[in-house]
């Protein structure tokens, strides 16, 4: 893809939309070259709906329950996501399971964020999990889509402390934080064509590696 052009994404949601929200802020800010060509929702009341038409987005909604089969929901997303010319998928805390139907249509080019530092906690509640679980460091992923649930290869992490006060409300507000940051960062690179997927891997042209020292140690050791 050429880095000049804007690409076109079709974002699929459940629920809040705050991703979503950062990305049409990313994009609005001007440091995201990106169209948001259509926002699908599987439910009728998700709140991200709004934020779309707030933004003149176009919307759709595909409720689930009207299918028999995963498949069928998919193919009715791919319908709509082609109609709208979408070249890459974003899911946004789009609470379904994708299946081949969608990858196939969409290959390699279908993105999901995940609440923590995968592979640890896949599935739902991980913030809750990682509390539950005791980890010093906690996060959140974006990664391409495999048919396995949250085991794609992963473009970017970020990382954060968990404190011994945290709740699971407390460590999601942390990681979505972060979330809001990562998952522009993510299109952005796959907007400038610097992603290749390598096997399990993803390769990114010209890397930016710190020159800092970067090193998130918690708690702390005392200096
Ligand atoms: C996020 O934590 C995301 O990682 C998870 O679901 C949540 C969705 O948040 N998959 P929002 O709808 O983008 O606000």
Redesign the pocket.
């Known amino acids: 893809m050429a880095t000049n052009e804007r690409i076109r994404l079709g974002v699929l949601?459940?629920?809040?939309?705050?991703?979503?929200?950062?990305i049409i802020d990313a994009i609005e800010r001007g440091e995201l070259k990106a169209e948001i060509a259509i926002v699908i929702s599987n439910k009728a009341n998700a709140p991200?709906l709004e934020r779309a038409s707030r933004h003149g987005l176009p919307t759709a909604v595909i409720d689930h329950r009207r299918f028999a089969r995963r498949e069928d929901f998919d193919a009715e997303l791919v319908r709509v996501l082609k109609e709208h010319d979408v070249e890459l998928v974003v899911?946004?805390?789009?609470?379904r399971i994708l299946t081949h139907v969608l990858l196939s249509a969409f290959p390699n080019r279908v993105m999901?964020?995940?609440?923590s530092l995968l592979p640890a906690f896949t599935g739902i509640d991980a913030?809750r999990a990682a509390v539950e679980y005791g980890v010093r460091l906690a996060g959140?992923t974006v990664h391409f889509v495999t048919e396995k649930v949250d085991e794609g290869p992963i473009i970017i992490q970020a990382a954060v402390p968990v404190y011994p006060d945290d709740t699971e409300q407390t460590l999601?507000e942390r990681?979505?934080e972060q979330?809001h940051r990562i998952y522009p960062q993510a299109i952005a690179l796959f907007q400038q064509g610097r992603l290749e997927i390598v096997g399990r891997k993803v390769r990114i042209k010209d890397f930016p590696i710190s020159q800092k020292t970067v090193c998130l140690v918690n708690p702390p050791i005392d200096e």
């Open positions: 949601i459940s629920g809040a939309g705050t991703n979503l929200q950062a991200g899911c946004a805390g789009f609470m999901n964020i995940h609440p913030q959140c999601r990681i979505l979330e």
